[in-house]
């Protein structure tokens, strides 16, 4: 039985649709109008609005590009959130960890992981249809390139709370040291955690954002030790 001849073209034609099919999903999701639509359905509810948001004043400005990045990638990310409310606070959870509060952070970072997977695909597609790269040698590092984009947002995540979590411990003694010469002062405990908060800026940044957010939560009606947990 006689085998059957693939032309190349037809091969590079395939690929070339695929990518394009990849690229024009990706592009609809950056301008969706969703994102902007359920952004103004929060503030109307009451939400806080976008920290990323383009504009600082009533007057729109050019966006940086670091600005713009975290929009974009929020605007990706919105789309492959996880469904489940579970994964989503676990993930929060994570970055809460790391040191990223931003309430667009679980977004960002879906669409970190979205980008990072899809961009290599289409790249090694378009250089397939240009004619390159050998197809087969594509696909094996378009996909171990996808695959790394996929998990390695996750382990660099790990790696950050992993960090940050020891620079948190080191500080831990410096902080009860303060607030227990401040308690036996003579001051509250609210009035020492302020005054060990600002004594903190400098030398432990990472405890102090902690305790700034400790104080926040007491100024709202929680008890200190609800805020400290």
Not at 82 to 99: F, H
Not at 105 to 132: D, N
Not at 172 to 193: H, Q, R, Y
């Amino acid at each position: 039985m006689s085998e059957v001849a693939i032309d190349p073209n037809l091969i590079r034609l395939a690929a070339f649709g695929g990518a394009s099919a990849l690229a024009y999903s990706l592009v609809s999701q950056l301008f969706s109008t969703d994102a902007r639509t359920q952004q103004r359905l929060d503030e109307l509810a009451g939400g806080t609005p976008d920290p990323y948001e383009f504009s600082r004043t009533r007057y729109r400005q050019s966006p940086s590009f670091v600005q713009w990045s975290r929009s974009t990638l929020s605007r990706i990310g919105r789309k492959i959130v996880p469904a489940s409310e579970q994964q989503q606070n676990a993930l929060r959870v994570r970055l809460a960890q790391a040191g990223f509060y931003a309430r667009t952070s679980v977004s960002v970072f879906a669409g970190i992981r979205a980008v990072l997977t899809i961009v290599p695909l289409i790249g090694f597609a378009v250089a397939i249809v240009l004619g390159q790269i050998d197809f087969e040698i594509a696909i094996y590092f378009g996909s171990a390139s996808a695959c790394l984009g996929a998990v390695g947002p996750s382990f660099w995540l790990d790696r950050l709370k992993a960090k940050r979590q020891k620079l948190l411990r080191r500080a831990l003694p410096d902080f009860l040291d303060l607030i227990v010469a401040c308690l036996d002062g003579g001051m509250t405990f609210e009035s020492a955690l302020n005054r060990v908060t600002d004594e903190l800026q400098t030398a432990h940044p990472e405890l102090a954002t902690e305790m700034l957010i400790v104080q926040q939560e007491i100024a709202i009606g929680r008890t200190a030790d609800q805020a400290l947990q």
